[in-house]
């Protein structure tokens, strides 16, 4: 690759706040109300024209399908997001679970309406992509919009770009493998015959967790298996058996779906998978998009021909944008592990608790037994760099425990915990690596989040 130097500019401080949260999914959310909620100053960054992330840019609504009797559940910012989303109309009964469904697309006017309750001072269509450091410690993000480039200056940043970018950019150490979770175009129908559709679903695939065990090759731990879940892939296999499609080797059909509305609508059709996919890098997420887009349009002829309900359905939408699983973790003060998620793992440094709940790497395991596990403060705390936060999936851990805590649920837990120990470290007048981590916990539980 050639290089130039670009010149060096004077750059507009556009912003001083205590807290800048860079990313705005479950993570960045929760950890700018959490850290307004605290008093301080904060700052919420985002890239895009609508706070939410995965949820409202790709069109993710199952936020708690793992819920059953029996779950234990980390209380906080997750509850009250379910909670808020249903007071505005802005969910429905999710099919599996005791839990909501979070509504797409309304759910930008909660996240709206939660960032102002806040006063957290809200800044969309703005990019984060340069970390400012002085002798290893964060001192604000360069950013990028259509007001030209900008500098943001904030006491303590929060990296929520799921992508570990600000970590990135400012040289803390990650990980990234080179096969990572397979990425999604997620889309949305309209025009289904709704009985036609739930009469086929629960009268012929009577689908349950035991089927993830077929096609999908995955790894339950029993109990869960005769759970009802909304797994669709026999109209795909029929499709590709009959070359009405074609099965290549980095796209594989057939998954599940969330949503059967009175209208005729079918959302969060997350049936699309596609590998070999480097989400750091802009051309493979330019051939990913277009060739997601094309892989839409052949699931939708598979629903048309072999979905009965979907005859005559359509296209409603494309997810925003490409749906990201894994990317960077970095490598925090604590790396959780497998063992850590599946064998209740106990943290003193504990900043919020989350069920037993593994979706991912071949395994899929329900908390249906009320099992759960500690996260570690010293898992969202970067190596290197002092005064920098990471919360969300690119937290420090290993694949295993990426496949429990990269769930919206936990990235909220995450999310909160750090929005708190910011604004904590600040109130100490402390590093953020050097924090009470009894206050921090105490504050956490004043905002109803159970910690241990
Ligand atoms: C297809 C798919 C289906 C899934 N299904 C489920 C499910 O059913 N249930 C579940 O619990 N989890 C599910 N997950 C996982 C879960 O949705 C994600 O792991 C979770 O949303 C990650 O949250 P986050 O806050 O870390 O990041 P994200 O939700 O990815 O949010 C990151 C935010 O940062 C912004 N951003 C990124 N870079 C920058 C930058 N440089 N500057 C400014 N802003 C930036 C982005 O625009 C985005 O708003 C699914 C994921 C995918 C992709």
């Known amino acids: 690759m050639n290089y130039i130097t670009e010149s060096s500019k004077k750059v507009p401080v556009f912003a001083e706040v205590d807290v800048l949260v860079a990313g705005s999914g479950p993570a960045g959310l929760a950890a700018a109300i ?37 779950t234990v559940e980390g209380g906080g910012l997750a509850f009250e997001f379910e909670e808020r989303a249903k007071e ?3 969910s429905t009964k999710e099919c599996q679970s005791d839990s909501e469904a979070l509504d797409a697309e309304m759910f930008k006017y909660v996240a709206d309406r939660m960032v102002e309750e806040a006063g957290v001072r809200p800044i969309l269509h703005c990019y984060a992509v340069e970390a400012i450091v002085e002798n290893n410690v964060i001192k ?20 929520c770009t799921g992508d570990g970018d600000i970590a990135a950019f400012a040289g803390a150490p990650f990980t990234k493998r080179e096969q990572p979770a397979w990425v999604t175009p997620m889309f949305h129908c309209r025009g289904v015959d709704r009985e036609k559709f739930l009469k086929y679903v629960y009268e012929e695939l009577q689908p349950t967790y035991a089927d993830w065990k077929g096609e999908w090759a995955m790894q339950t731990n029993g109990k869960e298996d005769d759970l009802f879940s909304p797994y669709l892939v026999k109209p795909f296999t029929d499709a590709i058996r009959d070359g009405v499609i074609k099965e290549s080797d980095n796209v594989a059909y057939g998954g599940t779906y969330s949503t059967v509305s009175p209208e005729g609508d079918v959302t969060q059709l997350n049936v699309v ?9 802009v051309e493979d997420l330019t051939q990913a998009e277009i060739k997601g887009r094309q892989a839409v349009i052949n699931a939708i002829k598979a629903l048309n021909k072999y ?3 979907f005859e005559n359905a359509r296209l409603r939408n494309f997810g925003m944008t490409m749906g990201t699983r894994e990317s960077r973790q970095i490598e925090g003060y604590y790396s959780m592990t497998g063992d850590d998620v599946m064998n209740q793992g106990r ?33 969202i705390l970067p190596q290197n760099i ?5 919360a969300g999936r690119c937290i420090s851990g290993d694949i295993m425990a990426h496949s429990a805590f990269r769930n919206m649920g936990c990235c909220v837990v995450t999310g909160q915990g750090a929005g708190v120990a910011a ?28 910690v241990y």
């Open 273 to 281: 998978f596609m590998g070999g996919v480097d989400c750091t890098n």
């Open 423 to 450: 604004a904590t470290s600040i109130k100490e007048d402390v590093p953020a690596s050097k924090v009470n981590i009894k206050k921090v916990q105490d504050a956490l539980e004043r905002q109803n989040v159970r």
């Open 88 to 90: 505005l109309g802005a």
């Open 307 to 309: 979905a009965p309900g």
């Open 34 to 70: 959490a850290a307004a909620r605290e008093g301080v100053s904060t700052m919420l960054l985002e890239r895009y024209g609508c706070f939410g992330g995965v949820i409202t840019q790709v069109g993710v609504e199952g936020f708690a399908w793992y819920r059953h009797e029996g």
């Open 347 to 379: 943290f003193e440094d504990s900043i919020g608790i989350y069920p037993e709940f593994i979706d991912g790497n071949g395994y899929l395991w329900v908390p249906t037994t009320g099992r759960y596990f500690h996260i570690p403060y010293r898992a």
């Open 140 to 159: 604000g993000v360069i950013t990028e919009s259509k007001s030209g480039r900008m500098a943001i200056l904030a006491k303590r940043i929060i990296d």
């Open 386 to 390: 002092d005064n920098l936060l990471v």
